[in-house]
């Protein structure tokens, strides 16, 4: 059985930033791939975008930072 994945064990990092050895694996979890950014470049091992954010919610957030908290308390109540 393969070892379980604990929250302290996850970190964010941008897509943006150069890959450093103490990333481990890299997933990007985004429906888009970064604008200008080269895959050979990113050194993601994974690119889940079947679990990311859907479309409509995507453009109903934004970059709002208080609608970001109200969809916070949305998802996790």
């Known amino acids: 059985m393969p070892a379980r994945i604990t929250a302290n064990r996850i970190k964010l990092k941008r897509a943006y930033e150069r890959p450093s050895d103490e990333d481990g694996v890299r997933v990007l979890v985004e429906r888009l ?17 079947e679990i990311a ?13 208080t609608v970001l908290q109200c969809r916070c308390v949305l998802y996790f109540t």
Do not use: E, M, N, Q
């Open 53 to 65: 954010t859907s479309t409509d919610l995507r453009k109903w957030f934004g970059h709002d930072l």
């Open 33 to 49: 791939w970064p604008r200008g950014l080269k895959k050979a470049d990113a050194v993601i091992a994974k690119w889940a975008k």
